[in-house]
T-cell receptor
């Protein structure tokens, strides 16, 4: 069975902190994605990665960076957390070629105080 | 730019009713369309994926259809149960930058 694991379900941090969100998949998928989900705005793509060490900006990359050193792990980094980054963060992965389903983790509810 | 719309935003039905959830998209040049379920505070669970060459897909009490020419997909839920209460999202894949474009979801409540 497909498994995407996000390291934390809930996280509370302070403004200005550097925050790391981790995502691991066990399916040898090439593509991995980070989304944020906010009421009324739906899911928005932050960054995605085609494969190891490859990354592309999504729709809202400002204030975020990512790292993909190993195929199974995709990290989202908030360089200097701000209150407007309080959100639900969702990681997903997908096998290529492209017409495959995306599989999501359980999400991380991040609060920035 | 692809836009995906789901109307209404919320729906309440009595248990046992058959129901249809609608999804519309503006760019018909899609590779596939995926339906997801999301329970409160949780991630998304993939329900069905319909390729552009297919008309429908079925899984248990769920049936999803796709009409590219009209820019519509529907998710049919047969004999609804309280456990079906959740938010249902559709997402279209056009191949551009490998990204999915999501609708904002329909929150379904099935009353016992």
């Amino acid at each position: 069975d497909v498994k995407v694991t996000q390291s934390s379900r809930y996280l509370v941090k302070r403004t200005g902190e550097k925050v790391f969100l981790e995502c691991v998949q066990d399916m040898d998928h090439e593509n991995m994605f980070w989304y944020r989900q906010d009421p009324g705005l739906g899911l928005r793509l932050i960054y995605f990665s085609y494969d190891v060490k490859m990354k592309e900006k999504g729709d809202i990359p400002e204030g975020y960076s990512v790292s993909r050193e190993k195929k199974e792990r995709f990290s989202l980094i908030l360089e200097s957390a701000s209150t407007n980054q309080t959100s639900m963060y969702l990681c997903a992965s997908r096998r290529v070629p492209g017409n495959q389903p995306q599989h999501f983790g359980d999400g991380t509810r991040l609060s920035i105080l | 730019k692809q836009e995906v719309t789901q109307i209404p935003a919320a729906l309440s039905v009595p248990e046992g009713e058959n129901l249809v959830l609608n999804c519309s998209f503006t760019d018909s040049a899609i590779y596939n369309l995926q339906w997801f379920r999301q329970d409160p505070g949780k991630g998304l669970t993939s329900l069905l994926l319909i390729q552009s060459s297919q008309r429908e897909q079925t899984s248990g009490r769920l049936n999803a259809s796709l009409d590219k020419s009209s820019g519509r997909s529907t998710l049919y839920i047969a004999a609804s149960q309280p456990g079906d209460s959740a938010t249902y999202l559709c997402a279209a894949y056009t191949g551009a930058n490998s990204k999915l474009t999501f609708g904002k979801g329909i929150t379904l409540s099935v009353r016992p």
